[in-house]
């Protein structure tokens, strides 16, 4: 199979190729999601770092 020995090495072989794949179709539909599953906690920490960073300036 696919010029392989052994089956498995065929299989994960092409379990390989279908990853990529199922990772570049996943990284396509969620390319510009952006911040809206964001936690309270996480929404005020990132606020925080706003105004310490101008503090800093």
Known sequence: ???FSDGWIA???LAT???AVLCIV???LNWNRGDAKL???DREWA???K???K???
Do not use: N, Q
Request: net charge negative; glycine share 8%.
């Open 26 to 28: 996943y990284g396509f």
């Open 11 to 13: 299989f994960v072989f």
């Open 17 to 19: 190729i279908a990853t």
């Open 55 to 57: 503090e800093l300036e």
């Open 1 to 3: 199979m696919l010029g």
């Open 47 to 49: 606020e925080e770092e």
């Open 39 to 41: 936690s309270k906690t």
């Open 51 to 53: 105004v310490i960073e």
